[in-house]
């Protein structure tokens, strides 16, 4: 049930807190034993935790589900990898906070880490799509994304470093958004690429997006890269006439058919609403995979150094002739997209490579940033595909890391900028769906979401 609708059922009291948590943990069972959506299901804890009395905050006994690498204090966190399976988390992260008294039905499958564009590599055994069980859900938000498509949860909490909201989204026909890096709080997130990841939204419909981000957006003291900005109320929408839509030009090869088909007919409706429709070249956005697939390795090498057994992580029994054959037995619980990702992190930052890899793709990010402030100057949204493809086979890619990360080709430079983005269900392709990326410029949330919604209801309404 949609957050809005649950919202308005609570508040006229046709349904009490207790009845939606007895419905929801129902489903949630049934539904993870299923596709394994859940890495654990926090009955226990949510019953404990939760205040019965109090009806205050924006989600008062709403259902949520929060991805297993954002830290909730006194439960096993273990950012889908076997290294944290016993790790029970000191604090909670700031959105988690923020969310208030909201119903925690579990913690999201993902892939180890956040490494992954599938949720195949998680430590817990792959999570399946609910639309078609054959096919993944995207990563590495495809647990979180699976449970609100599934219905064992009215909303989720996801991370996005270089579209791992918006693709599951897609993916499994809901809406997902990237909000500005420094609008929510990155406190509490076990950090994969620290000047890419942000919390972001998976919700049902545009509506429940909004709902959600005016509880999580805002600044937050103990993050260094919050910032300042105005508060809003998202789900008062905006009248979207007189903005100028950009239409991303890019390289047909690769992208499928359905999914150019259903990108074209998105298109014609907007011409055809008489939204003034202007086509964007831009000349190195090309090269956002490459810098990405340079940038955040090296990031991931720098934080995982931590898991080395002492600090956090599994600590082997035993006795050990040297240090180095401790931290190799520790971090032999890694699983081998976590070791890849170090590895090639590890190589880019070593000395002969650093000025070469490192320092270049640096120096490109800051030029694709300058391009997308050049292009946003002239234009208030860019559309473009959320995913290349509709949804692949389970184990199609899992032995093609290269034609995995490819997944992620639309979503990926929003990161790199910092920009918002979110994907929308943009049509229904036999039981699966293909997803619509719009960008806007950063902190401008409160008008991407009222286009988002125009659109929505263009598209389904």
Request: aromatic share 12%; with cysteine; hydrophobic share 35%.
């Amino acid at each position: 049930m949609k957050v809005s609708l649950l919202k308005e059922n609570l508040r006229s009291k046709k349904i009490s807190p207790k009845e939606i948590l007895e419905d929801y943990f129902k489903k949630a069972k049934d539904i993870n034993a299923d596709i394994n959506c859940f890495i654990k299901l926090e009955e226990e804890y949510t019953y404990s935790h939760l205040d019965f009395d109090n009806y205050e905050d924006n989600l008062s006994f709403i259902p949520g589900v929060i991805k297993d690498n954002i830290n909730i204090k006194n439960t096993i966190t273990t950012a889908g990898s076997q290294i944290l399976k016993n790790y029970k988390s000191p604090y909670s992260a700031t959105v988690v906070k923020k969310l208030g008294n909201f119903s925690l039905i579990g913690k999201g499958n993902m892939d180890a880490f956040a490494f992954g564009s599938s949720t195949e590599n998680s430590g817990y055994g792959p999570t399946l799509n609910p639309l078609d069980k054959n096919k993944v859900p995207g990563g590495s938000s495809g647990g979180v994304a699976a449970a609100v498509m599934a219905g064992a949860s009215a909303f989720g909490i996801g991370t996005d470093t270089g579209g791992s909201v918006r693709q599951p989204a897609s993916f499994c026909g809901i809406v997902g958004l990237k909000p500005t890096y420094g609008l929510c709080s990155r406190y509490g997130l076990i950090a994969m690429g620290s000047s890419f990841d942000v919390p972001g939204i998976l919700a049902e419909d545009v509506l429940d997006t909004a709902i959600v981000l005016n509880s999580i957006a805002g600044f937050d003291i103990k993050d260094s890269t919050s910032i300042k900005v105005k508060k809003e109320d998202y789900t008062k929408f905006k009248d979207v006439k007189n903005k100028k839509v950009g239409i991303l030009k890019f390289p047909k090869e690769g992208i499928s058919e359905d999914v150019l088909n259903a990108f074209d007919e998105t298109i014609d409706l907007l011409k055809k609403s008489n939204i003034d429709i202007v086509e964007i070249d831009m000349k190195y956005i090309s090269h956002s995979l490459a810098v990405y697939y340079i940038l955040v390795p090296s990031e991931i090498s720098a934080n995982m150094a931590r898991f080395d057994g002492i600090r956090f992580g599994y600590h082997p029994k035993g006795e050990f002739k040297d240090l180095l054959n401790f931290y190799k037995d520790a971090r032999s619980e890694f699983e081998d997209e976590v070791k890849r990702r170090i590895m090639i992190g590890a190589y880019t930052l070593s000395q002969g490579y650093y000025d070469a890899y490192y320092n270049k793709a640096l120096r490109v990010r800051n030029i694709i940033k300058q391009e997308f402030k050049d292009v946003f100057g002239k234009i208030d949204f860019l559309l473009s595909p959320t995913t290349p493809t509709l949804p692949f086979n389970i184990g199609e890619k899992t032995k093609d890391p290269l034609s995995m990360y490819l997944s992620d080709i639309f979503t990926v430079p929003v990161n790199l900028v910092g920009y918002p983005s979110i994907s929308i269900p943009n049509k229904k392709i036999g039981n699966l769906f293909s997803g619509l990326q719009i960008i806007s410029r950063p902190f401008e949330e409160s008008n991407l979401l009222s286009f988002s919604y125009f659109l929505e209801n263009k598209l389904w309404k």
